[in-house]
């Protein structure tokens, strides 16, 4: 069945550690972002990728790097600079004119 | 930017009809969507408006009106399982291509 994988589905992480959160999608989507989710908030968009090879900032960037290589796939990697990285991150992608469809998304807690 | 507004909570009685409303400053409009998220999961897509007018959808409506810059979501017939949080979401085209992006999300309690 076509959908969007995310991975792991929870994570711990020390101070000072990156960490990459995996999202993978067989849709064949053009379309791929990354929002973040904290305890009874909306979503904030954190980056998002129209094509392979090209990807803009949301508005919570900072402390956040991805990369889009491939098409099926939109690695979210929260690094040491992100003050305040526990969260729920959700990925998400679409066809550019229509619906977002998300992961299950990632539960990061850092220790 | 864009600047999307809805209340916070809301609560609403089993069987009745309850409106969410949503009001959005933006520029580079290109849609609005409604998304239902019940805590801890992802959200799910309900409905999505592009033009002026209302789409109905079962027991779920939306209407825009790109003028004012307003949305509302219509549920009837409320059941328990509706108790969610509810997440308007404005498309607009930039540069760098379509971006989503999501309001606060209107907690809805139904109650017996």
């Known amino acids: 069945d076509g959908g969007i994988t995310q991975s792991p589905k929870y994570l711990f992480r020390k101070e000072g550690q990156n960490v990459t959160l995996s999202c993978e999608q067989n849709l064949n989507h053009d379309a791929m972002y990354w929002y973040r989710q904290d305890p009874g908030q909306g979503l904030r968009l954190i980056y998002y990728?129209?094509?392979?090879?090209?990807?803009q900032k949301g508005d919570i960037a900072e402390g956040y790097s991805v990369s889009r290589e491939k098409k099926e796939s939109f690695p979210l990697t929260v690094t040491s600079a992100q003050k305040n990285p526990t969260a729920f991150y959700l990925c998400?992608?679409?066809?550019?004119?229509?619906?977002?469809?998300f992961g299950e998304g990632s539960r990061l807690t850092v220790l | 930017g864009q600047n999307i507004d809805q209340p916070t909570e809301m609560t609403a009685t089993e069987g009745a009809i309850v409106q969410i409303n949503c009001t959005y400053q933006?520029?580079?409009?290109?849609?609005l969507f409604w998304y239902q998220q019940h805590a801890g999961e992802a959200p799910t897509f309900l409905s999505y408006n592009v033009l002026d007018g209302l789409e109905e959808k079962g027991r779920f409506s939306s209407f825009l009106s790109r003028s004012k810059g307003y949305s509302y979501l219509l549920l009837k017939e409320l059941q328990m399982k509706d108790s969610a949080s509810y997440l308007c979401?404005?498309?607009?085209?930039?540069?760098?291509?379509?971006?989503?992006?999501f309001g606060t999300g209107t907690q809805l309690k139904v109650e017996l």
């Open positions: 933006t520029s580079g409009f290109n849609g």
């Open positions: 990728s129209q094509i392979v090879n090209d990807f």
């Open positions: 998400a992608s679409s066809e550019n004119t229509g619906e977002l469809f």
């Open positions: 979401a404005v498309r607009t085209l930039t540069g760098g291509g379509n971006k989503l992006t």
